[in-house]
């Protein structure tokens, strides 16, 4: 009897892992992002950002409606004319600062006639320290996240042009963005994003991807990158990976130790990337 009760016992707990590990595979990215958010070297190895003297220039928070049924918030930077151009950018772990808001205007401004809207993930959240950031990027919810990449697209022209653009964690949502903006996807720049390891997904793919990749980064590893671009050449799609000489989140806008000369030079090729993807002048 005792051997009967532990065999049903393991059989359940078994049973409960297995579910587990299958809600979380429906997750984007869950493993390697969830297990980053609660990595103690990874939170030490993003340093807090220093404060920002910031006034906001061209862009202004806006509200919408999100697939769920709640809302989503973004902070958009418009062109001074019409146009179906458009660049999604996708904020680091600490949620959309300051820094991100300060980037998304400088991208509009070198990129010309696009509207450039920098999404909010974390619902207003926005980290100070590096415990809250790993909680706020642990606790975001995937589905969430998507529906308000969604509700945002659903505000476009319908013949909008999307590139999307991501440091870090929203590296990893800028990749999940061009998903979701399917046939309209024209770029997909991702510093250092952590990559999709579902095939199946990026055969879904309809864009080209700008990948830039940190020699020196110690948490996602050459083999994952490699892995990631031959999923992605295998796809029928193409894929650029440039490398540099420097760590994990070099380039990112809060990062007050930021690599200036890989920051500068993947800015360019972003920039050049971007421009030729959403056929702007």
Not at 25 to 52: I, T, W, Y
Not at 62 to 85: E, M, Y
Request: aromatic letters at 10%; a positive charge.
């Amino acid at each position: 009897m005792k051997k009967l009760i532990l065999t049903f016992f393991v059989l359940i707990t078994s049973l409960h892992f297995i579910i587990a590990q299958s809600c979380c595979a429906k997750k984007r990215n869950c493993d390697g992002m969830v297990a980053l958010a609660s990595n103690k070297d990874f939170q030490e190895a993003h340093l807090v950002p220093e404060p920002l003297d910031y006034k906001e220039d061209k862009g202004k928070m806006i509200s919408f409606n999100t697939s769920d049924g709640k809302s989503g918030n973004a902070f958009a930077v418009l062109s001074g004319k019409p146009t179906t151009k458009v660049l999604l950018v996708f904020h680091e772990w600490w949620g959309l600062n300051d820094y991100v808001k300060r980037e998304a205007e400088k991208l509009q401004k070198d990129l010309g006639n696009v509207n450039v809207y920098a999404i909010d993930l974390y619902d207003g959240k926005v980290a100070s320290t590096q415990d809250s950031a790993g909680k706020y990027m642990q606790g975001m919810n995937p589905e969430r996240a998507a529906s308000i990449i969604k509700g945002l697209i659903s505000t476009l022209d319908k013949k909008a042009e999307i590139a999307t653009i991501g440091w870090c964690m929203g590296g990893s949502w800028s990749f999940q963005a061009a998903l979701i903006a399917g046939s309209q996807a024209k770029a997909c720049v991702m510093y250092y994003g952590f990559p999709e390891t579902d095939v199946e997904k990026i055969k879904t793919l309809k864009t080209n991807i700008l990948y830039f990749q940190g020699l020196q980064d110690a948490f996602i590893s050459k083999e994952t990158v490699d892995k990631f671009e031959a999923s992605v050449k295998g796809a029928g799609k193409k894929i650029v990976i440039k490398k540099y000489e420097a760590t994990h989140a070099f380039a990112n806008p809060s990062n007050p130790k930021f690599n200036k000369e890989a920051s500068a030079d993947a800015y360019k090729l972003s920039i050049v990337y971007l421009k030729k993807g959403l056929a702007l002048k």
